[in-house]
């Protein structure tokens, strides 16, 4: 069984920083991509950033300069570095990855969502 476990959201002022943090656990393992969505009340899934297992990465256009997406693949973890937060980046954010787990098919996984709130 493959669990995604997201931690590190809150409230935080505009301007403000926040980490959140997604690890993988579960065994014989191949994780090919992982990133962040977000949603928030009555809009779409939004993806934040990714990140594949080769290291290359993609941000939606709001918040490029903004959030960092970094992964430790040894350890099965993904981190999304969020800085200079605004009020328009609260939401619910959610990990995902697309994980192998042999000898079964690749599949995406989602985690349960963490809240991010930007407000002073």
């Known amino acids: 069984q493959v669990q995604l476990v997201e931690s590190g959201g809150g409230l935080v002022q505009p301007g403000g920083s926040l980490r959140l943090s997604c690890v993988a656990s579960?065994?014989?393992?191949?994780?090919?991509?992982m990133g962040w969505y977000r949603q928030t009340l009555g809009k779409e899934r939004e993806l934040v950033a990714s990140?594949?297992?080769?290291?290359?990465?993609n941000y939606v256009d709001s918040v490029k300069g903004r959030f960092t997406i970094s992964s430790d693949n040894a350890k099965n973890t993904l981190i999304l570095q969020m800085n200079n937060l605004k009020p328009e980046d609260t939401a619910v954010y959610f990990c995902?990855?697309?994980?192998?787990?042999?000898?079964?098919?690749?599949?995406?996984?989602w985690g349960q969502g963490t809240q991010v709130t930007v407000s002073s």
């Open positions: 579960g065994t014989a393992l191949r994780i090919y991509t």
């Open positions: 995902y990855a697309v994980i192998q787990r042999m000898p079964t098919a690749p599949r995406a996984y």
């Open positions: 990140i594949t297992n080769g290291g290359t990465t």
